[in-house]
């Protein structure tokens, strides 16, 4: 029996930085990363792909800003929709083509995936996830007053918009993901966190103005389809303690109970390594074996345990 892994991609594994960003730049970073987890399928790896989408919504959102004059604005939750099929695109033709070169009979398939929420969440009380782009004061609050915008100013580099960011309760296309994983496919889903619904009083999907968080989203599929690992691709090859400071430490191994007292210390910061910490938590908590944390280059050495930060239960 193949073993199965969700691995969620980071926005680094498609833009690797601001003088890189156009859809060829977006799609020469998705050949390298799935040559490597192309690498991990080849090891004999059942594999369901999730991906960030954070740049790629904020490129939309402001095309539609500044084509309002002239056509109707997009949504949030149909951001994420258009998002996870351009990025799922990019990913299935590059698996296709590495799949080709390796002689490997394997396909890829992409699925609009919905995620639901809360719409009690306190998240929807207090709006934290900046979106879009920076707006002068004028501007923003305008927006507040027409559009119900929540504004925030954001650290002296001007204002912008800030959406609620829930926690994902369900993975509504669950049942497609995995008949697809059951089948061979290497599956791309859940891509952004996923759209994020609310059920209405009757029951009926609603979309929500709302922003999930990838990682999180990540840690609930892979409890859901049962994976054998979560394996989370990031900046780093490994996670570290006093990140960037003199007296640095790079892990090779946490236990559970060691993950949550240095997340609680304050080790792994809220905007960066602090998610994909507390998704890992979660993932072991629901019943998961093992997480690992790693840079995309080194997927297969981390599975082989030559490097990588892995957590695993107490």
Request: charge should be negative; aromatic fraction near 6%.
């Amino acid at each position: 029996m193949a073993k199965t892994a969700v691995v969620a991609i980071g926005g680094n594994s498609l833009i690797k930085d601001k003088d890189h960003q156009t859809v060829p730049d977006q799609y020469a970073a998705a050949v390298e990363t799935c040559t490597h987890i192309a690498g991990m399928i080849a090891q004999g790896w059942d594999v369901v792909i999730t991906h960030g989408n954070g740049p790629q919504v904020g490129f939309i959102l402001r095309r539609s800003e500044l084509a309002a004059h002239e056509l109707h604005t997009v949504p949030l939750d149909s951001c994420g929709a258009d998002t996870q099929g351009a990025i799922g695109y990019m990913i299935q033709k590059a698996l296709y083509n590495e799949f080709r070169k390796r002689g490997m009979t394997k396909q890829a398939a992409t699925v609009v995936t919905q995620v639901l929420v809360d719409k009690n969440d306190p998240a929807y009380q207090n709006p934290s996830k900046p979106i879009g782009s920076f707006m002068d004061k004028e501007k923003a609050l305008k927006h507040r007053e027409e559009d119900g915008w929540v504004v925030v100013e954001d650290a002296g580099r001007g204002w912008r918009r800030v959406v609620p960011s829930p926690i994902p309760k369900r993975i509504i296309e669950r049942d497609a993901i995995k008949t697809l994983l059951d089948h061979g496919f290497t599956v791309i889903a859940v891509g952004g966190g996923g759209i994020p619904v609310i059920e209405d009083e009757e029951g009926n999907l609603v979309g929500s103005e709302a922003v999930i968080d990838k990682d999180y989203a990540s840690s609930l599929l892979a409890n859901s389809i049962n994976a054998d690992l979560l394996l989370i691709s990031t900046a780093v090859e490994k996670v570290a303690l006093n990140y960037g400071k003199p007296n640095q430490v790079w892990l090779d191994r946490m236990t559970l109970s060691e993950a949550k007292k240095y997340l609680a210390e304050g080790h792994f910061h809220k905007g960066s390594m602090g998610p994909k910490i507390q998704a890992s938590i979660w993932f072991l908590e629901r019943g998961g074996k093992e997480a690992l944390i790693t840079n995309p280059e080194n997927i297969e050495r981390a599975l082989l345990g030559q490097t990588g930060t892995r957590i695993e239960p107490d």
